[in-house]
């Protein structure tokens, strides 16, 4: 085993940097963001809840070629008064706008969306 100029071993070296690559695409990475960000207070992936379950997100968004955009923005805005005006809501609660959230920057979102309509 040889060791690189950091001390650690090269091949274990290479393995952290793989981890540490491919974790944002796991699943689980993206559920500890979410309860990071608060969306788990909300939402969960299978039950309605005070937000609409995040697979019934993924179902009614299915097939909409604007889902990933639109739906980083909702995030972002939030669904109140001043956000950005959407047509239709689920229910009478309204989804705060992230100035009264823990923030999300856009990766973050785009990953929390890729990860919200892979759930169908
Ligand atoms: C305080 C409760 C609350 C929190 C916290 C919250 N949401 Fe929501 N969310 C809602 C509600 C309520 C709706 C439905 C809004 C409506 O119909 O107007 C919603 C809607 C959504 C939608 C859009 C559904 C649609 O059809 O347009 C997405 C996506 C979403 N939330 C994701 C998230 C994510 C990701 C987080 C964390 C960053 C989060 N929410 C945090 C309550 C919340």
């Known amino acids: 085993m040889s060791t690189g100029s950091n001390g650690w071993p090269a ?20 559920q500890a963001l979410l309860k990071a960000k608060d969306c ?14 995040f697979r019934h997100i993924a179902m009614s968004f299915a097939g909409f070629q604007n889902a990933r955009f639109m739906l980083i923005d909702i995030i972002h805005t939030g ?21 009264v959230r823990v923030p999300v920057d856009d990766a973050e979102a785009g990953k929390m969306v890729d990860y919200i309509l892979g759930l169908k």
Do not use: Q
């Not at 393995?15 to 690559?21: H, I, R, S, Y």
């Not at 669904?79 to 100035?99: L, N, V």
């Open 11 to 30: 091949d274990i070296a290479i393995a952290l940097v793989f981890l540490l690559l491919s974790a944002p695409a796991h699943a689980g990475s993206v």
């Open 40 to 53: 788990l207070v909300c939402h969960d992936n299978g039950k309605d809840r005070i937000g609409p379950s």
């Open 79 to 99: 669904t109140g008064p001043g956000s950005g005006d959407i047509s239709y809501h689920w229910g009478s609660a309204r989804m705060p706008p992230e100035d």
